[in-house]
């Protein structure tokens, strides 16, 4: 790919115009060819966005910080919400949504949350948007651009991911409101194959997706999840892994994504949930980063590991295993119940747990932020942070 300075100069949208979106300017297409001594047919395509979309990028692959995956469909939350006895209602989700936003000091330790559709637009129960406060903790606003996983006809039992139809005037619309990266989740499963259908249909749905976020000022986050059902030990997972990536990497290059623009969301190379032999962190942490040298090109400039069903301790200890040396991209986290699950337990759903619950969530935002720097030992950690939480057959 080629470096930053040569692609087509936007300006730079500074943390005012991430809200405001008054005028929403219409990328254009530009062509930037390499010229080597030798004749060469490389071309990279880079819209109007591309000085912005490596600023961007940059910015959330930060020394320390993260990303707090916020962004469950309504029906998810409210599977969240019925945990602790709250009725699925927009005011209880915007209850919940404000006391992770709003939660003191947290960008401190998070430099990207995605939000739902209904979260990107709307306010907090003090009435403020939710995109300026997180803003105010110079956290940039994300938001996820996938319609979910359906049925893949002429797979063995296996799903695709829909949402392209109309994606590029949402990222549009998205852009204007205040976001600047997007995410897309397909999901490869190890037990039904995976089929060749199936991880071509993941790497190029991935693909289409991250094109058309580019060409709208949003950084995509890049999300083939191998899902942790199964029996199988981690050297399958190992290989699977590899299979789906350099395939992923195939068709982005296919659709000439810039590779400085984007963030990629892989799993940990684990062992199935259903394996009797169990991986350390170490053995994680080494899988997993053989992986990435072997596929990954080192232009990217974050990796923002899921956890996957993962405890919040786990997902916190194999990422601290990880960044045990340098790495060539920021090795960091992008989680959602890994960084939540105790939080919301400690809330409850009651207004005098809000403070108690944000203190829960900075603490595990903390810890992972250790992680990210190679620092976390792991101590005071209580029992429900240790408690797994692989759901077989999980429906997101």
């Known amino acids: 790919m080629a470096s930053a300075s040569l692609l087509k100069t936007s300006p730079i949208v500074d943390k005012s115009e991430w809200v405001k979106g008054q005028t929403l300017r219409q990328p254009s297409a530009s062509v930037v060819r390499c010229h080597p001594v030798a ?4 071309t990279v395509r880079a819209s109007s966005y591309a000085d912005e979309l490596v600023k961007t990028a940059k910015t959330i692959a930060s020394p320390g910080r993260g990303i707090l995956a916020m962004d469950e469909s309504n029906a998810t939350c409210g599977k969240r919400l019925a945990s602790i ?16 936003v709003s939660a003191p000091g947290l960008g401190q330790y998070i430099s990207g949350a995605i939000l739902f559709e209904e979260t990107l637009y709307q306010t907090t129960i003090d009435g403020k948007k939710m995109v300026d406060v997180l803003v105010e903790q110079n956290i940039v606003p994300g938001i996820k651009v996938d319609k979910g996983l359906v049925p893949l006809a002429g797979s063995n039992n296996e799903s695709w991911c829909q949402g392209l139809d109309g994606l590029a005037p949402r990222s549009a619309a998205y852009y204007q409101q205040g976001a600047r990266f997007a995410k897309w989740r397909t999901v490869v499963s190890i037990p039904n194959g995976p089929s060749e259908l199936a991880v071509k249909e993941a790497a190029w749905g991935l693909a289409r997706y991250a094109a058309i976020s580019q060409d709208n000022g949003l950084v995509p986050i890049v999300e083939p999840e191998i899902l942790l059902d199964g029996e199988h030990g981690i050297d399958r997972t190992f290989e699977v892994a590899k299979k789906v990536w350099a395939e992923v990497f195939f068709y982005l290059a296919q659709n000439n994504v810039l590779f400085e623009g984007i963030l990629l969301k892989p799993s940990m190379v684990t062992p199935g949930a259903e394996c009797k032999d169990k991986a350390t962190p170490q053995q994680v942490a080494d899988y997993t980063l053989s992986l990435l040298r072997q596929r990954i090109p080192p232009a990217v400039p974050g990796i923002m590991f899921l956890s996957g069903g993962q405890s919040e301790v786990e997902a916190t200890l194999n990422l601290n295993a990880m960044n045990q040396a340098p790495n060539p991209w920021h090795v960091s986290f992008s989680y959602a119940r890994a960084l939540q ?5 400690t809330w409850g759903g009651r207004p005098e747990n809000v403070k108690a619950a944000q203190e829960t969530l900075l603490v595990r935002a903390k810890a992972n932020s250790l992680a990210q720097l190679g620092k976390y030992t792991g ?3 209580s029992e429900e942070a240790k408690q797994g939480m692989f759901v077989k057959g999980y429906v997101y």
């Open 379 to 381: 101590e005071g950690e």
């Open 85 to 100: 006895g709250l009725e699925n209602t927009e005011a209880n989700r915007q209850a919940y949504r404000t006391l992770l």
């Open 341 to 345: 699950n105790t939080c919301l337990k």
């Open 39 to 42: 004749p060469s047919g490389l």
